[in-house]
């Protein structure tokens, strides 16, 4: 009967707010979806959720990013770490540019011959002032939290779904599967007539992960053509949506803050708008399980692959704000 249970209680993201919109976090058999524009942060929220999910000792992660490799991915988690999120100490802040620095100026010196043999770069961040504590950090979690880089040429989702029940086998079942990003899947031996047939095969075949996995699956999506061009990015703006909409339990929307707000704010106050240029708004757009089309904000520190995860509601008008009749 605890067994059970187990299966109802969510796993919450670390983001407060969207915590409370979405039921208290991700829930197994569930597939939640996450769109946005280019360069909104989808990576860096989707990382950052997963290592608050990795943080708890009982849970994995499998990350499986068709964009970045596993040591890009590792030192955005060090520059996330830096500022020890919720706490954000920017202080002690590590952006990738010191990083690479800390690494060549060290191999530079073993080069030279000033420091005897070539030290790991474990050992190189470990012994450094200013990365040891991202280390230590990094250290809670790092073998609850696998990091794949896939290959959009062959990691079907056949290989995705045998990959992850190896993994729930392994672990009791407490898995949670983050993609990175959908329209990148490989499908074959399929022929799909066109990219929304598909986004149809490849949502589909995530849902079914979720489903008979036992699993909670989430997945970026890339935002279509128009959605590109678009003042404010919605869930139809994303490539193949309506398959989108229909397999999804939770589809949650990023758009930038400063280019959404009513025009009647920044007409009446432009220096004060201007400072929503470092906040994202993430919308609720589909809830299965509770109330759609919320809108919270968080602040993005891009330079460091981090959100602040405390976030609020939304206090201004935004653009394309939909009346909901209840």
């Known amino acids: 009967m ?43 929220a989707t990382l950052q959720i997963a290592r608050n999910i990795a943080m708890r000792p009982d849970q ?18 060090l520059c996330l770490e830096s500022v020890n999120p919720p706490e ?21 010196k073993e080069f030279m011959g000033k420091e005897g043999g070539a030290g790991s770069l474990q050992a190189i961040l470990r012994d450094n002032p200013k990365t040891s504590p ?21 990691t079907t989702l056949r290989a995705i779904k045998e990959m992850t029940a190896r993994l729930c086998d392994a672990t009791g079942g407490n898995v949670a599967l983050f993609v990175d990003y959908l329209q990148k899947i490989a499908v074959h031996p399929e022929r799909p007539r066109d990219e929304n047939d598909k986004v149809t095969i490849i949502v589909e075949g995530l849902k079914d992960i979720a489903l008979t996995l036992d699993v909670p699956v989430w997945a970026i999506v890339a935002a279509d053509r128009e959605g590109l061009k678009s003042k404010r990015i919605h869930l139809f703006h994303l490539r193949g949506s309506s398959a989108l909409d229909y397999e999804s339990d939770i589809a949650l929307i990023m758009n930038n803050k400063y280019q959404i707000m009513s025009k009647d704010h920044i007409a009446f106050n432009p220096y004060t708008a201007k400072q929503f240029r470092d906040w994202v708004v993430f919308t609720v757009e589909k809830n299965r399980a509770g109330r759609a089309m919320q809108d919270m904000e968080f602040q993005l520190y891009g330079q460091h692959f981090a959100f602040d ?13 939909k009346v909901i009749e209840t």
């Open 88 to 108: 954000i100490d920017l202080s002690r802040g590590l952006k990738l540019r010191d990083l690479y620095q800390i690494i060549v100026a060290q191999r530079a």
């Open 60 to 77: 994995y992660v499998f990350y499986l990013s068709y964009e970045h490799t596993e040591t890009h991915l590792m030192h955005r988690l």
């Open 2 to 44: 605890r067994g059970d249970l187990i299966d109802f209680i969510p796993l919450p993201t670390g983001f407060d707010p969207l915590d409370g919109f979405i039921g208290g976090g991700l829930r197994k058999t569930e597939l939640v979806l996450l769109g946005g524009a280019q360069g909104i942060g989808k990576t860096i």
């Open 309 to 321: 995860p405390r976030g609020q509601k939304v206090q201004q008008q935004l653009i394309d704000d």
């Open 134 to 154: 991202s280390l230590r950090q990094l250290a809670r979690y790092a073998d609850r939290m696998i990091l794949l880089k896939a290959s959009p040429a062959v």
